[in-house]
């Protein structure tokens, strides 16, 4: 019998707005598509955010015995500035400015970002497909929707028609959103405009002479509108119906809203089941993007190479770090806050580790199947890793009980202990063994630093600053760079 028989999954639902016991449409088959990178540049922290989200989503899913298709797309053609239907392509652009082809960028940057995840120990998608390798299925649909009467050409643009849509189906219905006050709200549009309503929105554009991405279709040689490509792409691999449809909370309008419409107008049934969205993550109080320029990149982090932190920080840390917060929770990055983590990291590791020493008596003290059930319920309240997390530490105080002989247990619940810890530690909560040989040895390089920082401040003390000058350059020299301050000394490595 597989774990999810046993296990009531509830999922919060953006489209209702409620917490839904999960019901796959397909018994023990999940579809599962989340939306990708614009690859026009380095991914930064927030973005990671989304993805370390949903990978905890597609581990614990995979963890209960179902078989999962994860689709998660990359986007390298058609999104423009500012997420409207006008203005330069974000990898055109980056190409133009760095004088290479929108490929190079496109390579270049879907590399960083596999990189990256890599190092955050994120699972790969079952599948990862690109809007440029789905232009003709792009150019169909958009056919199917002309053929509907939901879309119109002009000039030899595609655009949706969504007051007309509106009429039969429900615009705005995941964002709340009423179209008469999207129209009440909205500007008149300008005199050159091929639109007949603002709230209309592009499924193709022809291209100005300097557009360097196009392709060849019925109306003009042009390319896709930004929100097709996840219309096309998730129901190819998924089918038309279904089950969870992820993404950033920014996304939920107009993006998300817009694949609802595209799809009911393609096909005429309602695409996803369970809509699940990622909150933001802060910094310095405002949310991290690129367009702000507030945003940090996870090499930055690693590396301990800028200006927010007092330290370096592994990425195990910092995967920690996020999953601390429940994926619907703004979270606020700080040095103060990844401080924490690490401590708190460092001692799940500790007790984890000295589970094969505790010593074993003929009962145990405590109720481990009572504990082990509350980390599941926990996970099944809607992936709440924090709360999963309090759960774990529960289990710390149990086994640091278990040293200081106030609380005792079997052999039996001894080996189920270290392998629960172990399946809700690294299979769900995807944390890296910090003794495996996978671990990039950021907290050992860490420790290794604080070692030499105490032992040149004791150098200094007693007044050897030959000795204390001397680690500093040798760690210099190194690409360690020591900052003294009021409350000490920290480090960062350029």
Not at 98 to 115: A, G, L, R, S
Not at 327 to 348: C, P, Q, V
Request: aromatic share 10%.
């Amino acid at each position: 019998m597989a774990l999810y028989q046993d296990q009531s999954l509830k999922i919060y639902n953006s489209m209702s707005g409620e917490k839904e016991t999960f019901t796959p449409i397909n018994e023990g088959n999940v579809g599962m598509y989340v939306c990708g990178p614009t690859v026009y540049s380095n991914v930064h922290l927030g973005n990671c955010r989304t993805f370390i989200s949903f990978d905890l989503v597609f581990r614990y899913l995979k963890h209960l015995g179902y078989k999962v298709r994860y689709v998660r797309n990359i986007t390298d053609a058609g999104h423009l500035e500012n997420d409207a239907d006008s203005g330069e392509d974000r990898i055109a652009k980056k190409a133009r400015l760095e004088q290479i082809e929108p490929m190079e960028v496109v390579q270049k940057y879907t590399v960083d970002f596999h990189n990256i995840l890599q190092k955050f120990n994120n699972l790969p998608p079952s599948i990862e497909p690109t809007a440029t390798g789905h232009i003709v299925e792009q150019i169909e649909i958009i056919k199917t929707i002309l053929d509907n009467g939901f879309a119109y050409e002009a000039n030899g643009s595609v655009y949706f028609d969504v007051v007309k849509f509106n009429k039969e189906h429900a615009y705005g219905k995941l964002s709340g959103r009423a179209i008469e006050d999207m129209i009440a709200n909205t500007r008149e549009l300008a005199a050159q405009s091929d639109k007949r309503n603002p709230q209309d929105f592009a499924l193709w554009k022809k291209a100005e002479p300097q557009h360097i991405m196009r392709w060849p279709s019925p109306w003009s040689d042009g390319f896709p509108g930004w929100h097709l490509e996840c219309t096309v792409m998730s129901t190819k691999y998924l089918g038309e119906e279904f089950d969870i449809h992820g993404g950033g909370m920014d996304l939920k309008f107009p993006h998300h809203e817009c694949e609802i419409a595209q799809g009911e107008a393609a096909s005429g049934k309602s695409p996803v089941n369970y809509w699940l969205h990622a909150n933001m993550l802060t910094l310095n109080g405002k949310k991290m993007a690129k367009s702000t320029g507030n945003f940090i990149l996870p090499e930055q982090i690693f590396t301990g190479n800028n200006d927010v932190l007092t330290k370096a920080f592994s990425p195990n840390v910092v995967r920690f770090f996020i999953l601390q917060a429940h994926y619907r929770s703004i979270l606020d990055f700080s040095s103060e806050a990844l401080l924490g983590s690490e401590k708190g990291f460092t001692r799940l590791m500790q007790a984890y580790h000295s589970i094969d020493e505790l010593p074993v008596s003929d009962k145990s003290s405590f109720d481990l199947a009572e504990w082990k059930q509350s980390c599941y319920d926990a996970m099944n309240d809607d992936f709440n890793s924090p709360i999963l997390i309090a759960k774990l530490f529960d289990a710390v105080k149990i086994i640091n009980g278990i040293k200081d002989e106030s609380a005792s247990i079997d052999q039996k619940d001894k080996e189920e202990l270290k392998q629960t810890m172990s399946a809700f530690m690294f299979d769900i909560l995807g944390l890296l063994d910090s003794t495996s040989e996978t671990e990039d040895g950021g907290d050992k390089l860490s420790g290794t630093i604080e070692l030499l920082i105490q032992l040149r401040a004791e150098a200094r003390n007693n007044k050897n600053f030959a000795l204390s000058d001397q680690i500093r350059d040798q760690l210099q020299e190194m690409g360690i760079q020591l900052k003294d301050g009021k409350d000490g000394t920290t480090f960062s490595l350029n």
